[in-house]
């Protein structure tokens, strides 16, 4: 185990190195947290994990580039420029008109030079749609398991199938720290339409205002109705009726997307249950698979040949890869419901959230069940 004399200098030398986050005494609090578990985690035979965790973050920090001077640079290229000046106006409207922490969020930009930020690491049982769950110090459980490599993921998901496991991974474009840093807006997400960007943005900053440690469904549910609301005020604020009805139609195919993977995600589980042999059930398995690909190709002939999901569906369609669908969605009517009930006022929005986050397990549950 690393000694603190050793980890100061190697912070000494860092500081040295990044200039910009020398000067930020937070920051350097909040890597040395992340430094300490990565260096206790070290006994813990962890160390892989955690280590490429920290370097992964750490990278993003010392890659940052303030937007303001990226706009004077003049090698900046006019496309990001452009991208650069609607950030800066998102940022700006989720401040002031949906009170969102912005603080100097998305102030920065960092090139990742990769296709995918992080890679997410999915798992479920063969006969089982109930997902994986790995924890985390400040996360707490989630049903995924990050990686900043694609080469480490793919490698986890291979020891995974090894045991037995149903195995998915996929590529994420952007995440949030949950306020432990200023988060930046990050190349993987710079090819997306500027609604797009509008909404990933307000929906990671609704993290940073509420986060229930463990429950995936509830924090996600909240933020997407968050990004829901404030990008239809964005929107209307900006005079784009064109681009609102380009958001509908896309938010309108995702529904159909979810209840129709839902819909077969509850026959995978009603076969599961059936005392069947493991052969028949995974023939049987197999039968489903099929019928969801065919049902796919008859929705998307309904949306005129729209093949936004193709490549979704040309994976294996397993437990794993089921399982990473529903969680942004099943209480966001709870939450509209409760935007409803405080007039669409934000900051009232907020803090009946956040006193239901502070409610115990079961009060709060019987809440979202039974608005």
């Not at 490698?155 to 995974?160: S, T």
């Not at 090819?191 to 990933?200: C, E, T």
């Not at 209840?259 to 005392?275: A, N, P």
């Not at 409760?338 to 929005?349: A, C, I, K, N, T």
Request: glycine share 6%; with cysteine; charged share 25%.
């Amino acid at each position: 185990m690393l000694d603190h004399a050793r980890l100061l200098s190697r912070f000494k030398v860092w500081q040295r190195m990044i200039p910009e986050l020398a000067v930020s005494k937070s920051n350097l609090i909040k890597l040395m947290v992340l430094l300490a578990i990565s260096v206790f985690l070290i006994s813990c035979e962890t160390i892989g994990y955690y280590g490429q965790a920290t370097r992964g973050q750490l990278a993003i920090l010392f890659g940052r580039e303030d937007i303001q001077h990226l706009l004077s640079d003049t090698e900046t290229s006019e496309k990001l420029r452009g991208k650069f000046i609607e950030v800066l106006q998102i940022r700006e409207f989720a401040a002031n008109d949906l009170d969102l922490p912005v603080a100097n969020n998305y102030s920065t930009y960092v090139d990742v030079n990769r296709e995918h930020v992080v890679w997410n690491v999915f798992a479920a049982p063969e006969f089982s749609t109930d997902p994986v769950n790995w924890c985390y110090p400040i996360a707490g459980c989630v049903a995924y398991r990050g990686y900043f490599n694609e080469a480490g993921a793919l490698h986890y998901a291979a020891q995974l199938e090894d045991e037995g496991f149903d195995v998915y991974t996929g590529g994420v474009d952007a995440y949030s720290t949950l306020g432990w840093f200023d988060d930046s807006l990050l190349s993987t997400v710079m090819s997306r339409a500027n609604y797009q960007l509008a909404g990933l943005i307000i929906h990671e900053l609704a993290h940073q205002i509420a986060y229930l440690p463990g429950n995936t469904t509830f924090n996600e549910s909240f933020a997407t109705a968050v990004e829901r609301e404030g990008l239809r005020r964005w929107l209307q604020a900006t005079n784009r009726a064109n681009t609102i009805a380009i958001a509908e139609r896309d938010r309108s195919r995702q529904q159909k997307f979810i209840d129709l993977v839902m819909e077969f995600r509850d026959q995978f589980t009603e076969l599961y249950e059936l005392e069947l042999s493991e052969a028949r059930k995974r023939e049987e398995k197999t039968g489903l698979q099929n019928r969801l690909r065919e049902e796919y190709e008859n929705l998307k002939a309904s949306w005129d040949g729209y093949g936004g999901y193709d490549s979704w569906f040309s994976r294996s369609l397993n437990n794993a890869q089921l399982s990473t669908v529903g969680s942004y969605n099943d209480y966001v009517p709870f939450f509209n419901n409760l935007l409803e009930q405080v007039d669409g006022v934000m900051p009232d929005f907020y803090a009946e959230v956040q006193r239901i986050v502070a409610l115990s397990e079961e009060e709060r549950n019987f809440l979202l069940e039974n608005y």
